[in-house]
């Protein structure tokens, strides 16, 4: 499996930004945010890759709507967040 680059996945959340008439995303760290603040979304963190930066924020996020996104198969990074 091939790789995302960060180039390319920020211009795709720009462009899926846009498309909802969304705040443009922030780099957080390694990845991405987008404050999208919907009812049922309140944010959106997008990785490139599971990295130390993803498992931090994925055993961080303890409220509801807190959408942590990462452009790998599941079976990568299972074991490495909470459920």
Known sequence: MHQVSEELLEKWL?????????PLPEAWKSGFKVE????????RYVFPTVNEDFIQLSES????WVYLKVCEPFEKFRTLIPE
């Open 36 to 43: 999208v603040s919907d009812e049922l979304q309140k944010a």
């Open 14 to 22: 720009k462009g899926w930004s846009i498309s909802r008439e969304k």
């Open 61 to 64: 996020i303890h409220e509801s």
